[in-house]
């Protein structure tokens, strides 16, 4: 079988590939369609949990608490977030009478991440503390409140 192109076929041919082409950048209100797919917002990081305790048991908190002896001899701050959407940074600042003692950085990454700090206590640190969860760039997720007895 031959095909012929002629004059009126040639302008058909053309006429359907300029449809074809025009149907996949217009939709169907005529609006124009983006070259790329824009980028899908990611969840914010969200802290879920956040706990002073004792210890910790298969990677969870044990033995949550406000007030703690100088007996056991240290506090954990456990925090859990999910999403995360990136691998990132919060910080576990820890305050003493409201003066800084220590600030620890720790790394997240997706899909969701628990993480933990741990201190020492004495007896020299027995008064009211609180720990400030932050986002790298200050943002207070939650502040814990809890004491140290001897």
């Known amino acids: 079988m031959k095909f012929i192109l002629n004059k009126r076929t040639s302008q058909w041919l053309v006429l359907v590939i300029f449809f074809c082409f025009a149907q996949n ?3 169907a209100e005529g609006d124009k369609k983006s070259a790329e797919p824009l980028p899908e917002k990611p969840f914010p990081l969200t802290l879920v949990n ?7 048991k298969n990677l969870e908190p044990d033995n949550e608490m406000v007030v703690f002896s100088v007996a056991h001899g240290s506090v954990i701050c456990f925090t859990a977030f999910d999403p995360v959407p990136e691998k990132t940074v919060v910080h576990h600042n820890w305050f003493k009478r409201d003066q800084s ?3 620890l950085k720790l790394t997240l990454k997706p899909p969701k991440w628990s993480s933990f700090s741990k201190i020492k206590i004495r007896n020299m640190d027995v008064g009211p503390w609180r720990v400030e969860i932050t986002d790298s760039e200050g943002k207070i997720f939650k502040t814990l409140r809890f004491s140290v007895t001897e």
Request: hydrophobic residues 40%; charged residues 40%.
């Open 101 to 103: 003692e220590k600030k």
């Open 50 to 56: 956040a706990v002073m305790c004792e210890d910790l």
């Open 25 to 27: 950048i217009y939709g």
